[in-house]
């Protein structure tokens, strides 16, 4: 996802600047760019591609004595990922760098352009930079317009704001995207939008609050809170830890991932909403003419979020929908008509087996869409239409933020295909997107949450298996239960749907196999529980999760009351991540690496 980085001081700014973009590398990006400003003149460079092409348009710009500069790497949301699109943003005489999505800019950029302003991107951030120029007019200090800029824009950012009008000085806003900013003994000022690039440059960081705005010179940090009253800077002691700064704090990267799904959703929704409609801007309308079929193909957690999809699909735009494991439909001779679209879901957009199966549906004139967390990738280079799902660079090998955003894709793309074909009435389909926007909220790890599982993880550490069963979209849910307990704990576990148990599976219940039950209130409840019922009849060890008490339970996680199944499918499925996680912690394994596995699967 975007980096931001920001220096105020003598030093050679163009190394600071570059060196905190590198810094920032491992979160992804697609292109990259930097803005010094130093004896009154702007000197800007961008570059598509990797920071090693910035640094060859640089190679000849040299900066001595005092400057202020701020630097970008860009993972395109607004326009393709190109020199024009990428930051720093010019306006006449002042240049910005943006993290988020500015949602209200399509009005603002019309209200410019009818004043005659000139866009160069096709970027939301850009409106930033002229409204800012916009207000400076009439305004009596750049402050006074920057706070302007502030109340007219909509939507969540961490802005940087170099100008002409003030050449010493750094603007700062920040609200729903991370920003901090950091000092050493030298006087020295950085900004970045996570602590990595500062490690070994500033000595202690203040992270902003959200809301936070104000401005940093060489001798100022000047700081307001959302309420527009100027609070103190609260500084921390910088870490010097690189590989934990990454981790932001967490003891492993997937637990980070966890707790990063709240954040990476909200991107995944962003500017992809309106009052009564699903918005992907990405697509052309006519991919679902002539459409009679929707076939997804992917592996692993990824064949896990298309089997939700399919439950979607069906229900929602009533549309014929068939899901395959990519690695057996390369070689079963499947039939191919023209009347489906053939999806592709993949993380990395390189697993092997699915990169095969959309050159067979290319090859048999099949429209192709990737459902993808990786522009540029093989998949996303291929398909037809592309969406991205903007869950940033996943390190843990067990993915999760990845699954989380892919299945907030297939719901809304659900409603956008029931909109096409008329499969919904209007008030239902705003009624899920209402639903739709609590999914961020519905995924927040609370303390308790997490302390309860860790403590209970301790039961549940033997045995001779785990049985994961749910029904309907909690069955995938149940799958990929299993698959991330496996995965990073070595124990034996599968996905079941719970009606299916007493044709077989019932057999091997006991107390040592440990049924872990999902029971939400708004999808077959009655049922699911006399499934569960006779699991506990039998003497199986039951771990329910569920919002009603269930005393057949040996163990009971209870998550929030919510009013869709949906956001309880949400809910669980952190409960079930971090389950994992902790069992895994238990047995001493390797959480993010574990062993047998890449996290990108590139081979048959
Ligand atoms: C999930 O935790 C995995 N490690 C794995 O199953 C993964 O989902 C699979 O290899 C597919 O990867 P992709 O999404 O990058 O195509």
Redesign the pocket.
């Known amino acids: 996802m975007c980096g931001i980085v920001g220096y105020i001081g003598k030093r050679n700014s163009k190394e600071i600047l570059l060196d905190g973009l590198k810094e920032l590398e491992y979160r992804g990006y697609d292109s990259a760019g930097i803005a010094v400003l130093q004896n009154g003149e702007f000197s800007n460079f961008k570059a598509v591609g990797k920071l090693i092409n910035l640094e060859e348009k640089t190679k000849d710009f040299i900066t001595k004595g005092f400057a202020i500069g701020i630097g970008h790497t860009r993972w395109a949301t607004h326009g393709k990922p190109t020199e024009l699109n990428a930051h720093p943003h010019l306006g006449e005489s002042s240049y910005v760098v943006h993290n988020g999505i500015i949602e209200n800019y399509a009005v603002l950029k019309k209200e410019l352009l009818a004043d005659g302003v000139k866009f160069l991107s096709q970027t939301d951030t850009e409106v930033i930079v002229h409204q800012f120029e916009k207000n400076l007019k009439s305004s009596k200090s750049a402050f006074d317009a920057f706070s302007k800029t502030l109340k007219e824009i909509d939507g969540a950012y961490a802005i940087l704001l170099a100008t002409k009008s003030q050449p010493d000085t750094i603007f700062f806003a920040k609200h729903g995207s991370p920003m901090l900013v950091g000092i050493n003994d030298e006087g020295e000022k950085f900004f970045a939008s996570s602590d990595t690039p500062l490690i070994g440059q500033a000595k202690e960081v203040n992270y902003f609050e959200d809301g936070d705005f104000g401005y940093v010179n060489p001798s100022e940090i000047v700081i307001f809170d959302k309420g527009s009253n100027k609070r103190k800077a609260n500084f921390k002691k910088l870490s010097q830890n690189r590989l934990s700064a990454q981790k932001d704090g967490f003891r492993f990267f997937m637990e980070k991932e966890i707790y990063e799904q709240s954040d990476v959703i909200a991107d995944t929704l962003m500017g992809r909403l309106s009052d009564s409609e699903v918005i992907f801007d990405e697509l052309d309308k006519s991919l679902f003419d002539g459409i009679n079929e929707i076939k997804l193909c ?5 064949y896990h979020s298309a089997l939700s999809a399919s439950y979607l699909f069906e229900r929602y735009s009533k549309i014929r929908t068939s899901v395959e494991i990519a690695s057996e439909f390369r070689y079963r001779d499947p039939i191919m008509s023209k009347d489906t679209l053939f999806v592709v879901i ?3 957009g390189e ?1 092997a087996d ?1 990169l095969e199966t959309l050159k067979m549906a290319k090859e048999a004139n099949l429209k192709t869409l990737v459902i993808c967390n990786v522009d540029n990738s093989s998949m996303v280079r291929l398909a037809d239409s592309c969406i991205l799902t903007r869950a940033g660079i996943e390190k843990g ?3 999760t933020k ?1 699954f989380a955003t892919q299945v907030t894709i297939f719901w809304m793309l659900s409603l956008y295909v029931a909109k096409l074909r008329n499969s919904m009435k209007k008030e239902e389909i705003t009624k899920h997107i209402l639903l739709l926007r609590e999914i961020p909220s519905s995924v927040k790890v609370s303390d308790e949450m997490h302390e309860k599982l860790t403590r209970l993880s301790k039961r549940y550490l033997h045995g001779h298996g785990f049985f994961f069963i749910g029904r309907d979209i909690f069955y995938p849910l149940a799958l990929e239960g299993a ?1 991330k307990l496996k ?1 990073i704990s070595y124990l034996h576990a599968e996905g079941y749907p719970s009606g299916e148990m007493k044709h077989g599976p019932i057999a091997l219940a006991d107390p040592e196999l440990f049924t872990i039950a999902l029971l939400p209130e708004h999808m077959l409840y009655e049922k699911s529980r006399s499934n569960v019922e006779e699991l506990s009849a039998r003497d199986s060890t039951i771990c329910a999760i569920s919002s009603l008490e269930f005393d057949k339970a040996d163990d009971f996680i209870e998550i929030k009351k919510s009013s869709h199944y949906m956001l309880e499918f949400f809910e669980m499925m952190v409960v079930l991540q971090l389950l994992a996680l902790e069992i895994s912690v238990r047995l001493g394994n390797d959480v993010d690496m574990p062993r047998n ?1 890449a996290k ?2 590139t081979v048959e």
């Open positions: 992917a592996c692993g957690t990824s993949s993380q990395s697993t699915t090998v067990a993915s990845a698959l995965e596995l990108s699967v």
